[in-house]
């Protein structure tokens, strides 16, 4: 029987379990229990457990063991440990003069630094092989400038032996 086949059948009071929240648990057709009185029974009831028979009593507990050690006087660390953000007095912008990977860094972190003093080392491969290709280019040019003199050096001392063959037209 659903809650309205329930409702609607007055002719005889009968007690139904009733499967909705808004209603009471039991109720009859003709009246509704009170929620307190309900309440109160079962608080009432969960007292009366209390009460029952105590001739069986528990039997007592073992003692509890216990660690005895001896005495010593000595000294005791006191240290504490926080988690924090610490914030130096002078906080120092890094920026290097040029751009490269860093191979190693030469201080720790939080210690007292010097003016001048070399912080981290730069790979220097890039850098050489950039120097390498200016000293080339340099030598290239210097040959390049000191090769007229030596031809015209060379050809003139051929001249002169009649070494040179005559210029074809």
């Not at 029987?1 to 929240?21: D, E, G, H, T, Y």
């Not at 504490?80 to 972190?109: C, F, K, M």
Request: with cysteine.
């Amino acid at each position: 029987m659903s809650v309205q086949q329930c409702r609607s059948n007055k002719s005889s009071p009968k007690f139904f379990l009733i499967k909705n929240a808004n209603c009471n648990i039991f109720s009859t057709e003709s009246q509704r229990t009170n929620p307190w009185l309900v309440g109160c029974l079962l608080l009432l009831l969960g007292f009366a457990e209390g009460c029952g028979n105590k001739s069986a009593a528990a039997a007592p507990a073992a003692p509890a063991t216990v660690q005895v050690v001896e005495v010593a006087q000595r000294d005791v660390p006191v240290y504490h440990e926080w988690i924090a953000t610490l914030d130096g007095y002078v906080n120092a912008i890094i920026q290097p003069q040029v751009s490269g990977y860093l191979v190693q860094q030469n201080y720790r972190e939080g210690a007292l630094v010097h003016k001048n003093e070399v912080l981290f080392k730069i790979d220097p491969r890039p850098f050489q092989a950039i120097l390498d290709q200016a000293k080339a280019a340099g030598a290239s040019g210097s040959a390049a400038r000191e090769n007229p003199a030596r031809r015209t050096a060379r050809y003139s001392s051929r001249e002169r032996e009649g070494n040179c063959p005559e210029p074809t037209r």
